[in-house]
């Protein structure tokens, strides 16, 4: 469990696209217990955001890098049904079926390729822990964009580490390229908090868009 930990606090993640499966894949088995011991609260962060400010229950939800289901997990405790997911990892996959949740589970990477899901499906989209340097960066935004109904809203989280370590987030690019879209008429900014403990005791920035 601490060698894994250790690798999510410190960065020290694959750079490539398979090397990120594979990890994910060999973790599955024990990752819901090792965050739990490592205090990983982001989920229920992003699941209190959402429940906040989607008042229908049976709204369609969307849990991207959805990993094992601890997000949705936390969905279904504030009252959500209708929850999909996607993810890289077949072994989380697989552990994400296990829990009963999702209507949907589709395996693909995130980024700038075109999911198989429909333009302006879902109320809600979640994208949890999952923004960081060997994992997803701004640049899938117009795809997330592109699957939430007009309307709907987009919350995602990112640790005040990556933020200033990481090349395409720090000195401000990341926030810069959030206003971009904006002006690009795709969304509004709807919400942001800074978060104390939100990725394993350490702080991070949690956004709510709001999809044009």
Request: glycine fraction near 8%.
């Amino acid at each position: 469990m601490a060698g894994k930990i250790s690798a999510v606090k410190d960065k020290a993640y694959p750079t490539t696209l398979e090397g990120i499966r594979q990890f994910y894949d060999e973790w599955a088995p024990t990752y819901d217990k090792d965050l739990a011991h490592g205090n990983y609260t982001a989920p229920r962060w992003s699941a209190d955001a959402i429940a906040k400010l989607v008042i229908n229950k049976d709204a369609e939800i969307m849990d991207m890098a959805c990993g094992t289901g601890l997000v949705a997990q936390e969905l279904r405790q504030q009252g959500f049904t209708n929850i999909d997911g996607v993810d890289i990892s077949t072994e989380s996959l697989k552990i994400s079926k296990e829990t009963g949740i999702y209507r949907r589970l589709i395996c693909d990477c995130i980024g700038t390729n075109k999911l198989d899901i429909n333009d302006d499906t879902y109320d809600g989209l979640v994208l949890c822990g999952a923004l960081a340097q060997g994992h997803l960066n701004q640049e899938c935004f117009p795809e997330l964009i592109r699957i939430v109904k007009p309307g709907g809203l987009i919350v995602f989280n990112v640790r005040s580490k990556t933020m200033d370590t990481y090349e395409k987030f720090k000195d401000g690019k990341f926030d810069t390229d959030l206003q971009e879209l904006v002006r690009k008429g795709l969304w509004v900014k709807e919400a942001y908090e800074l978060i104390p403990d939100l990725i394993l005791n350490e702080p991070g920035h949690q956004y709510v868009y709001k999809v044009v």
